[in-house]
């Protein structure tokens, strides 16, 4: 059932977004070679509680999932394109990592999710590209997500940006509805036709997230039961905002402001 926030939920969501935004700012700072992925972990952990709020994540139990989620955020490395668990297996970075930070927070019962791609130093040119390509297409689809397009509209408007770049998405992995539970109707794919799907509407508040592949968009799940990675090993990238539709141009809710 796809749900419409009332503008007192909305406000709600905003302040969340916002310390959500700031949080991932933070994380991302930190993000240097020699540090643990657990550090990140826990910091992510620290940071949402130093504010009352709680990581939405944590303990949570996805449809199809064996276990709970036993992490506060989501750390994906290089091959890994989502849910990379940081501190079971601790691993710490290294100069020309591409680092996923994912991150949800419950602040006064709703919830946002955002995430965000770095590079650990410099990195090569190829990766600063999928980043750069990733982070647009995010863009992209943001801008389609006006009340009266469809949920098509966004899945195109990703899908025509990045095809002349030459990267692939990451297949069966989607944006989501979310505010009341961490995912939500309607599903939002990364690719679609104009004109199809569910009509957006006023109130609505959906995560948008492109999640592209140098190589193939064949991905794996991981024994852990959480991490997703690439069939062929190449690298992936991963930009998330949550948005609320209105009847003109989307309010991004995960972004300092
Ligand atoms: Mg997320
Ligand atoms: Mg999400």
Same mark, same amino acid.
């Given at each position: 059932?796809?749900?419409?926030?009332?503008?007192?939920?909305?406000?709600?969501?905003?302040?969340?977004?916002?310390?959500?935004?700031?949080?991932?700012?933070?994380?991302?700072?930190?993000?240097?070679?020699?540090?643990?992925?657990?550090?990140?972990?826990?910091?992510?952990?620290?940071?949402?509680?130093?504010?009352?709020?709680?990581?939405?994540?944590? *303990?949570?139990? $996805?449809?199809?999932?064996? #276990?709970?989620?036993?992490?506060?955020?989501? %750390? !994906? =490395?290089?091959?890994?394109? +989502? *849910?990379?668990? $940081?501190?079971?297996?601790? #691993?710490?970075?290294?100069?020309?990592?591409? %680092? !996923? =930070?994912?991150?949800?927070? +419950? *602040?006064?019962?709703?919830?946002?999710?955002?995430?965000?791609?770095?590079?650990?130093?410099?990195?090569?040119?190829?990766?600063?590209?999928?980043?750069?390509?990733?982070?647009?297409?995010?863009?992209?689809?943001?801008?389609?997500?006006?009340?009266?397009?469809?949920?098509?509209?966004?899945?195109?408007?990703?899908?025509?940006?990045?095809?002349?770049?030459?990267?692939?998405?990451?297949?069966?992995?989607?944006?989501?509805?979310?505010?009341?539970?961490?995912?939500?109707?309607?599903?939002?794919?990364?690719?679609?036709?104009?004109?199809?799907?569910?009509?957006?509407?006023?109130?609505?508040?959906?995560?948008?997230?492109?999640?592209?592949?140098?190589?193939?968009?064949?991905?794996?799940?991981?024994?852990?039961?959480?991490?997703?990675?690439?069939?062929?090993?190449?690298?992936?990238?991963?930009?998330?905002?949550?948005?609320?539709?209105?009847?003109?141009?989307?309010?991004?809710?995960?972004?300092?402001?």
């Amino acid at each position: 059932m796809i749900t419409i926030k009332t503008k007192e939920e909305i406000e709600i969501l905003a302040e969340g977004g916002k310390r959500l935004a700031f949080i991932l700012q933070k994380l991302a700072k930190m993000v240097a070679p020699g540090v643990s992925t657990k550090e990140l972990d826990t910091c992510a952990q620290e940071f949402a509680l130093a504010g009352g709020d709680t990581p939405s994540f944590l *303990h949570y139990q $996805p449809d199809g999932a064996k #276990r709970p989620y036993p992490a506060s955020l989501c %750390v !994906s =490395l290089n091959d890994e394109v +989502v *849910h990379g668990i $940081p501190n079971e297996k601790s #691993r710490r970075l290294k100069d020309g990592d591409i %680092v !996923s =930070l994912d991150m949800g927070i +419950v *602040h006064k019962g709703l919830i946002t999710d955002s995430a965000v791609t770095v590079i650990v130093g410099k990195g090569d040119a190829q990766a600063r590209k999928l980043l750069k390509v990733t982070r647009d297409a995010l863009q992209k689809g943001i801008e389609a997500a006006r009340g009266g397009n469809r949920i098509g509209d966004i899945g195109h408007a990703i899908e025509t940006f990045v095809a002349p770049h030459g990267f692939s998405h990451a297949e069966g992995l989607a944006g989501h509805g979310v505010g009341y539970a961490v995912h939500e109707d309607p599903y939002v794919p990364n690719t679609g036709r104009a004109g199809e799907g569910v009509v957006l509407k006023a109130g609505m508040v959906i995560a948008i997230e492109p999640m592209l592949n140098e190589g193939t968009g064949k991905i794996k799940l991981d024994q852990d039961g959480y991490t997703f990675r690439t069939r062929d090993g190449k690298r992936s990238a991963h930009f998330e905002h949550t948005i609320v539709i209105t009847d003109g141009e989307p309010i991004v809710l995960t972004k300092n402001r």
